[in-house]
Antibody, heavy 118, light 107 residues
Framework: QLQLQESGPGLVKPSETLSLTCTVSGGSLSSTGDYWGWIRQPPGKGLEWIGTIYYSGKTYFNPSLKSRVTISVDTSKNHFSLKLSSVTAADTAVYYC??????????WGQGTLVTVSS | DIQMTQSPSTLSASVGDRVTITCRASQSISNWLAWYQQKPGKAPKLLINKASSLESGVPSRFSGSGSGTEFTLTISSLQPDDFATYYCQQYNSYPYTFGQGTKLEIE
C-alpha cells in the first residue's frame, strides 16, 4: 500500500526558506503516469495546490507561488522535496504531499504544520 | 486560472437526510473534477474522480454528477461518519484549483 510521509522543520523564520521532503514507500516515484504534488492548507482555510513533479524532473507550479517555489525529485531515495523561499506569516500552513493520478490526488501524506514566526 | 465555487459553504443536516453540494467552474472543465472529504486534523480523502467515478472502498451512498461547469456531490442517506468538510477540485488545466469547501454539520 502506497504511503507518503512529509518531514522537515515545523518552524521557519520570516524571510528564510521552508524545506520539506516527502518520502514514498510501498511504491515507486518512477511509476509511469504518476505525478507527485504539494498542497497546503492554512489553519482553518481551504486547500491550495503548490506544484507537481514527474520523475523525469518536469515541474508544474501555481503561478501565485512560482517565483518562490522549487520542487525536486530523488528517485534513488524515492523522495521528492519542496523549497519555498522568502516565507512570511502567510505561508503558515499544513503542507501535504500527494500522488497525482491523471490530475486527481488519490494518496496523501498525513500533513505537516509549518509555522512561520521569529 | 479556473475558479471553483462551492455552495453552500455550510450545510446543516441530520442522519438519514439526502444532501447535495454544488460546485461550479468559471469555465468548462469537461468532467475533470474530483471530490474529497476532509475530517479535522486529517488529510483529504478522494471520494470521486472524473466527476462521477466512485473510488474503490467509498460507500455507494456517495455519488457525483455533472459536466462542463456545474457539478454535484450527493449523499443519499447521511451517516454519522459523513459529517466533514467536502472540497471539489478541477484538473482540467494547471494551476489545479479547489473549491472553498462545504462544511457538513449535524443539525
Amino acid at each position: 500500500q502506497l504511503q507518503l510521509q512529509e518531514s522537515g522543520p515545523g518552524l521557519v523564520k520570516p524571510s528564510e526558506t521552508l524545506s520539506l521532503t516527502c518520502t514514498v514507500s510501498g511504491g515507486s516515484l518512477s511509476s509511469t503516469g504518476d505525478y507527485w504534488g504539494w498542497i497546503r492548507q492554512p489553519p482553518g482555510k481551504g486547500l491550495e495546490w503548490i506544484g507537481t513533479i514527474y520523475y523525469s524532473g518536469k515541474t508544474y507550479f501555481n503561478p501565485s507561488l512560482k517565483s518562490r517555489v522549487t520542487i525536486s525529485v530523488d528517485t534513488s531515495k524515492n523522495h521528492f522535496s519542496l523549497k519555498l523561499s522568502s516565507v512570511t506569516a502567510a505561508d503558515t500552513a499544513v503542507y501535504y504531499c500527494a500522488r497525482h493520478r491523471s490530475g486527481f490526488l488519490d494518496s496523501w501524506g498525513q500533513g505537516t504544520l509549518v509555522t512561520v514566526s521569529s | 486560472d479556473i475558479q471553483m465555487t462551492q455552495s453552500p459553504s455550510t450545510l446543516s443536516a441530520s442522519v438519514g437526510d439526502r444532501v447535495t453540494i454544488t460546485c461550479r467552474a468559471s469555465q468548462s472543465i469537461s468532467n475533470w473534477l474530483a471530490w474529497y472529504q476532509q475530517k479535522p486534523g486529517k488529510a483529504p480523502k478522494l471520494l470521486i474522480n472524473k466527476a462521477s467515478s466512485l473510488e474503490s472502498g467509498v460507500p455507494s451512498r456517495f455519488s457525483g454528477s455533472g459536466s462542463g461547469t456545474e457539478f454535484t456531490l450527493t449523499i443519499s442517506s447521511l451517516q454519522p461518519d459523513d459529517f466533514a468538510t467536502y472540497y471539489c477540485q478541477q484538473y482540467n488545466s494547471y494551476p489545479y484549483t479547489f473549491g472553498q469547501g462545504t462544511k457538513l454539520e449535524i443539525e
